[in-house]
């Protein structure tokens, strides 16, 4: 079964701290990955994705994604994060942007 | 860049009753739409994809009778719940892909619904 797992609901990162959330997947087929981040009371914004070549992706805001396929991870990172990167994030897999399925998103707040 | 306005944001309903909820593309063409749910603790959960001009494929498990889906133009898709009942509550996304862009999709903002 088609599935994504985000091992993190909650996390909770003072500024300047780096960051990390996991991303598992399950997925049969030509795999892409999404990294989309929802601020408080706005839209779901991509962030990045992956698609195919360099498995080590750049997104905006300093973000950067790793597709590790023998690890079926696709983990965020950012090495030092600020009190505006406080958001919802959601990992999601997909052939292409079709029918995107969902993890259930971390909550992650930096405090000042 | 690209918008996608979804309204209402928020409806209360009585049970029995039947909901109208619209998206909108506002500055691109959207040949196809997706609708999504969301409980609370969960992920996005899919329930259809919506295709101007033809008829919405919904997924395994979803009503198609109870949400109804409309997608008239190219830049407006609808989603209607009908006859209501409180386990419908739930948080209602929509999404459109944008054919300029490789694809690219944008969300809504999203319509809390709660129905009493």
């Not at chain 1, 498995?55 to 991870?73: C, D, H, N, Y």
């Not at chain 2, 909901?19 to 959207?30: G, M, P, T, Y």
């Amino acid at each position: 079964a088609q599935s994504v797992s985000q091992h993190n609901h909650h996390v909770i990162l003072s500024e300047a701290a780096s960051l990390e959330l996991g991303c598992n997947y399950s997925y049969g087929g030509t795999v892409n990955l999404f990294w989309y981040v929802q601020y408080p009371g706005q839209h779901l914004q991509l962030l990045l994705k992956y698609f195919s070549g360099d498995p080590l992706v750049k997104g905006i805001k300093g973000f950067e994604a790793e597709f590790i396929k023998s690890k079926f991870s696709f983990n965020l990172r950012k090495p030092s994060v600020q009190w505006s990167d406080t958001a919802e994030y959601f990992c999601a897999v997909g052939g292409g942007y079709n029918k995107l399925i969902f993890g259930a998103g971390t909550r992650l707040a930096v405090h000042p | 860049g690209a918008v996608v306005s979804q309204h209402p944001s928020r409806v209360i309903c009585k049970s029995g009753t039947s909901v109208k909820i619209e998206c909108r593309s506002l500055d691109f063409q959207a040949t196809t739409m997706f609708w999504y749910r969301q409980f609370p603790k969960q992920s996005l959960m899919l329930m259809a994809t919506s295709n101007e001009g033809s008829k919405a494929t919904y997924e395994q498990g979803v009503e198609k009778d109870k949400f109804l889906i409309n997608h008239a133009s190219l830049t407006l898709s609808t989603l209607t719940v009908t006859s209501a009942h409180p386990e419908d509550s739930s948080f209602y996304i929509c999404s459109a892909r944008d054919g300029r862009e490789r694809g690219k999709l944008f969300f809504g903002s999203g319509t809390q619904l709660s129905v009493l």
